[in-house]
């Protein structure tokens, strides 16, 4: 309701006490469900509900609940997803969005400047992660990796440390700990282990920080998200200054074959293509 009425005409102090109103209403129901949720956990009464999903509406769907917030903390907010991620698995899509969605909003919470990026990605049952963990080999699923990407200021080695402990609010490297149960990581940590997978944390100082997720999902068919004939080699041109958007566009478009050119300014335009100008 407070949303509604924020984008009616009002005036700024009845502005600021709806937003004071829609941020304590949102600090409120996340703290209710998070103790709800890990009183589930510890009890063992939390029940999975598998379920076919599509995994490219998941992840979109994700990116879509967190445009708002990423808008409003003034990052950039990416979307990647490489080739060999399977289309539709059996799984319980609630509780991995739920991870999701903790994972991406801290990432904006204590990201200043830069980008918020969530890549997916395929894992060979041979990856130093799964052979790490002893991992059985089950042809019959496919490990996903689901990876979130900041680049705030960062987490300490002792911060890493106590990172998915009960009731720890860790700041980042220049930030006091923000409001919150500090419940979400430990929840997110014990769901991963709860549907049989796991999930990494790394960081550093002033660089940012990336949380791994992986997931063996069984797909539901043999198809994948990407689905595409081999493309002839194609360059591809681009003029902007954002430096985030060219290196997602150069990374997304390689998957497919494709490579580009980043031009910051017209200046910087070969002739053939400032005579394309208007």
Not at 12 to 20: I, K
Not at 117 to 131: A, F, G, T
Not at 204 to 216: A, N, T
Request: net charge negative.
């Amino acid at each position: 309701f407070t949303e509604l009425l924020l984008k009616s005409p009002l005036p700024r102090q009845q502005r600021d006490h709806l937003n004071t109103i829609r941020k304590s209403s949102e600090i409120l129901l996340t703290i209710i469900n998070d103790i709800l949720d890990f009183s589930k956990i510890e009890a063992g009464k939390l029940k999975l509900s598998l379920q076919e999903v599509d995994v490219l509406e998941l992840v979109q769907s994700c990116c879509d609940l967190m445009a708002g917030v990423a808008e409003r903390a003034q990052v950039h907010l990416f979307l990647e997803v490489a080739p060999g991620v399977p289309s539709k698995v059996q799984a319980d899509a609630p509780r991995i969005k739920q991870v999701l969605l903790n994972l991406m909003g801290n990432a904006a919470k204590f990201t200043r400047t830069g980008e918020v990026r969530l890549l997916l990605e395929s894992v060979p049952i041979d990856h130093p992660e799964l052979l790490q963990r002893h991992i059985t080999k089950n042809h019959e699923l496919s490990w996903v990796r689901f990876s979130v990407i900041d680049t705030g200021s960062g987490i300490s080695e002792e911060g890493l440390s106590r990172l998915f402990s009960a009731y720890e609010q860790l700041g980042g490297a220049d930030q006091a700990p923000r409001s919150g149960t500090g419940l979400g990581l430990v929840i997110s940590e014990q769901l991963t282990r709860l549907m049989g997978w796991f999930i990494t944390a790394e960081s550093e100082i002033g660089q940012g920080s990336v949380f791994r997720i992986y997931l063996p999902l069984s797909p539901l068919n043999n198809h994948t998200i990407y689905q595409f004939k081999e493309l002839p080699p194609i360059t591809l041109a681009l003029l902007s200054s954002n430096e985030l958007l060219c290196a997602w566009l150069s990374r997304s478009l390689g998957y497919l074959g494709l490579s580009i050119d980043c031009y910051q300014s017209a200046d910087q335009l070969p002739d053939e293509l400032s005579a394309l100008l208007i």
